[in-house]
């Protein structure tokens, strides 16, 4: 597996992902804004404080990452956080997912970041898996999450 940073050929690529991403996610009830979402892959794409990449298995697009910089409200110190973490269904069995955490670790350690925050947004089951991943890469669980639908 290989993994590059995202490119502007990967655009179509990317917005027919995120709607499978979307349609698939807890938030699949709330309207998918393709515009919105051109605007962030554009950022993601060009703005140096923005991660993001794709895994690569034989030429094949099976994944991207996606996270940014971003300081404490209360510091100048950096942070990171990841926003998107999908892999193809066919290739979840495999390491993509573990190998684009650790590519996004090292990328924050070499941006100073002082920590990463990782918030998978999955209730369907596959949380155990994550937290495997998680423990393997020596993160510890930090805080839970609460919501209410309107």
Partial sequence: MIWRFLEPNDFKWMLDVSKRHHAESDWSEV?????????????ATNDPNYFAIIALKDEERI???????????????????????????KHRKGMAGMFMMKKFMDWAKMNKAVEVYFEPRLSDGTIKKFDAMATRLGMEHFANAYRRKL
């Avoid at 991207?64 to 892999?87: C, H, I, N, P, Q």
């Fill in 31 to 43: 309207e998918y804004d393709e515009k919105k979402v051109a605007r962030y892959i554009n950022t």
């Fill in 63 to 89: 994944g991207f990452m996606a996270g940014r910089l971003l300081e404490y409200s209360f510091s100048r110190e950096k942070f990171a956080r990841e926003l998107d973490l999908y892999v193809e269904p």
